[in-house]
C-alpha cells in the first residue's frame, strides 16, 4: 500500500540484468522457485546479459541452480518458473539491447528493473533504460553498495532519480529482508515494558556483533576495493542501529518508519580515527587478488555516539569480521546496574548486568537476563535468561520476500535516499584518515585492540555457537 492508502499496480515484467552472474545463481533463481511454489510467480521474466547464450542455456543455469539447493521438490513450480523464463543477449552500453528488451517485453508496461550487476554499470544501464523509453511506469532493483563514499553515493542517486521517481528506485540490502531483523521493530514497539528502560537513563551501552567464521572466499579483489566498513558497517549493521535507536513512528505505513531511522543516522555523530579499531586476518594477503602489503580490513569495531534526546551519551559499539570464532549477529542492550548496591552479589561488572539479548543469526531468538535469588537463607543469585525461541517454519527467505515487494511496488524493507546519505556521512571521515588494520588469528574474535575501545563499558559479548 502506498502512502495514502492506495495500492500500488504490481509489476508484470521482471528484467533481470546480470542473469548469468552469481546473485541471480546463488540468490535471485532459488528466490523465484519459492515464488513460484507459493503461487505468486504471476509475471515474465526477461534475463539480460552480454554472454550469447540461448534461452535454453538461461532454462539449464536456472534448473542447475535450484539443484543446488537441494531435491527438485516441485517440479511444476520448476517448469512454471522456466516458462516464464526468455532471454536477451547484448552490450549494455549499446542502445539495440535495449530495444531487444522492449521488444521481449511485449504488451507488458510496468516492468521492474533488476541490476544485479557491477556497481560501475549501474548509471550505464539506467540511462540506458530512460533513453529506451523503459523508465517509464517502471521500476528499477539497485544492489548495494550505493557508492563507495557520501559523494558517490549523492552522485549515484542524483543519476537515478534523472530517470526514475524516488518511489519507483529500490535499494536493495536483503540484510533488511531477514525475519529477525523485521522482529526488532515489531519487538521495540509492541511491548509496552520496554519503553520505560529504553533511553539513555537505564540503557548503560549496546553491542551489535556480526561475525563470520570465513574468509573472503575469492573475493579478495573486491575486499581490496571495499573493506569491511564499506561492506558491512555502514549498511547492514547500521540498519539494526536505526531499528534499536529510533523513536516510535507517527503512524502505521513505511514512510514514517524511514523517516524516524533517518533521523537516528543523521543524530550519529561523525567517526574519527580513535573512534574504529581495523584488522585484517592471517593469510589474508595470500588471497587471489589481494595486494601485498594490503591494509583492507576484514575487521572493523568502532564506537559510536548518537547525538539524541533519547540516547545522548550511550556509547555503541559495533564489530563485524571474518575469519572469527563463530557464524552469528547478536545484540546486546546493557543495562545499567541497581543504584544501590543492596546485595554484595548484585554488584556485578556492567558486562554481566542485566541485559536484552536480541540473536538475529543462524537462529532466532530474544532473551532478557535478570537475577534470581538461590534457594537458602543468604541473599545470593544467579543471573538467568528468560529465553525466547522464535524460529518459524515455512519463513520466506529474505531475496524472496524483497523481491516480492519490489513487483508490488511496496517500499517498507528498501533503503531511501536521504538514510543513504546521512549514513555515509557518518563514515565519510575515516573512509581514508584510519589507523592500519590490525593482525589478528583466524577463529578469534578479532584484534585486542577492540578490547581496549569497549574497556570504559565492561567487556565485549561473544555470541554462543547456534543456541
Known amino acids: 500500500m502506498d502512502e495514502t492508502g492506495g495500492r500500488a499496480l504490481p509489476s508484470d515484467a521482471l528484467v533481470l540484468f546480470g542473469v548469468t552472474g552469481d546473485l541471480a545463481d546463488k540468490k535471485i533463481f532459488p528466490a523465484l522457485y519459492?515464488?513460484?511454489?507459493?503461487?505468486?510467480?504471476?509475471?515474465?521474466?526477461?534475463?539480460?546479459?552480454?554472454?550469447?547464450?540461448?534461452?535454453?542455456?538461461?532454462?539449464?543455469?536456472?534448473?542447475?541452480?535450484?539443484?543446488?539447493?537441494?531435491?527438485?521438490?516441485?517440479?511444476?513450480?520448476?517448469?512454471?518458473?522456466?516458462?516464464?523464463?526468455?532471454?536477451?543477449?547484448?552490450?549494455?552500453?549499446?542502445?539495440?539491447?535495449?530495444?531487444?528488451?522492449?521488444k521481449a517485453l511485449g504488451g507488458a508496461w510496468r516492468p521492474v528493473h533488476y541490476l544485479a550487476i557491477p556497481p560501475?554499470?549501474?548509471?550505464?544501464?539506467?540511462?540506458?533504460?530512460?533513453?529506451?523509453?523503459?523508465?517509464?511506469?517502471?521500476?528499477?532493483?539497485?544492489?548495494?553498495?550505493?557508492?563507495r563514499d557520501l559523494a558517490s553515493a549523492r552522485k549515484l542517486n542524483q543519476m537515478a532519480q534523472s530517470v526514475f521517481a524516488e518511489d519507483s528506485i529500490f535499494r536493495i540490502d536483503h540484510f533488511l529482508g531477514k525475519e529477525a531483523i523485521m522482529n526488532i521493530l515489531y519487538f521495540r514497539f509492541a511491548n509496552s515494558f520496554l519503553e520505560p528502560i529504553w533511553d539513555r537513563n537505564s540503557v548503560a551501552s549496546i553491542q551489535i556483533t556480526l561475525s563470520e567464521d570465513f574468509g573472503v572466499e575469492g573475493r579478495g579483489a573486491f575486499y581490496e576495493a571495499a573493506g569491511c566498513l564499506r561492506d558491512v558497517i555502514q549498511n547492514h549493521v547500521f540498519q539494526i542501529v536505526a531499528l534499536l535507536a529510533m523513536e516510535p513512528p507517527a503512524y502505521q505505513g513505511y514512510g514514517a518508519v524511514h523517516n524516524e531511522g533517518c533521523k537516528v543516522f543523521q543524530a550519529m555523530r561523525p567517526l574519527l580515527p580513535d573512534d574504529v579499531v581495523r584488522g585484517q586476518y592471517a593469510g589474508y594477503r595470500k588471497e587471489p587478488g589481494v595486494a601485498e602489503g594490503s591494509d583492507a580490513e576484514t575487521f572493523c569495531a568502532l564506537r559510536l555516539f548518537i547525538d539524541s534526546w533519547r540516547w545522548a551519551g550511550v556509547p555503541w559499539y559495533l564489530r563485524s569480521g571474518k575469519c572469527l570464532a563463530e557464524t552469528a549477529t547478536e545484540v546486546m542492550v546493557q543495562l545499567k546496574p541497581p543504584p544501590q548496591r543492596l546485595f554484595a552479589d548484585s554488584a556485578a561488572a556492567s558486562c554481566v548486568a542485566n541485559y536484552v539479548r536480541?540473536?538475529?543469526?543462524?537462529?532466532?531468538?530474544?532473551?532478557?537476563?535478570?537475577?534470581?535469588?538461590r534457594a537458602g537463607k543468604e541473599f545470593v543469585g544467579d543471573q538467568r535468561e528468560l529465553y525466547l525461541l522464535d524460529e518459524q517454519a515455512g519463513e520466506e527467505t529474505p531475496y524472496e520476500r524483497l523481491l516480492g515487494d519490489a513487483v508490488r511496488g511496496d517500499g517498507a524493507l528498501f533503503t531511501r535516499q536521504d538514510a543513504v546519505e546521512a549514513a555515509w556521512a557518518v563514515v565519510d571521515p575515516v573512509l581514508k584518515t584510519h589507523h592500519p588494520a590490525r593482525p589478528y588469528r583466524c577463529g578469534s574474535w578479532g584484534p585486542k585492540d577492540a578490547d581496549a575501545l569497549i574497556a570504559a563499558n565492561g567487556c565485549w559479548h561473544n555470541p554462543l555457537p547456534t543456541e
Open 34 to 102: 519459492a515464488m513460484a511454489k507459493r503461487g505468486t510467480l504471476t509475471f515474465q521474466v526477461i534475463g539480460v546479459a552480454s554472454s550469447r547464450w540461448s534461452s535454453a542455456q538461461l532454462r539449464k543455469r536456472v534448473t542447475d541452480s535450484i539443484r543446488k539447493l537441494g531435491r527438485i521438490d516441485d517440479r511444476p513450480a520448476l517448469e512454471h518458473l522456466l516458462s516464464r523464463f526468455s532471454y536477451v543477449s547484448g552490450n549494455y552500453k549499446d542502445a539495440e539491447t535495449f530495444a531487444a528488451i522492449k
Open 120 to 147: 560501475a554499470l549501474f548509471a550505464t544501464v539506467i540511462q540506458g533504460l530512460g533513453g529506451a523509453g523503459l523508465a517509464e511506469h517502471a521500476r528499477v532493483i539497485v544492489e548495494k553498495p550505493f557508492g
Open 358 to 373: 536480541f540473536r538475529l543469526s543462524p537462529n532466532s531468538a530474544i532473551a532478557l537476563a535478570a537475577r534470581v535469588k
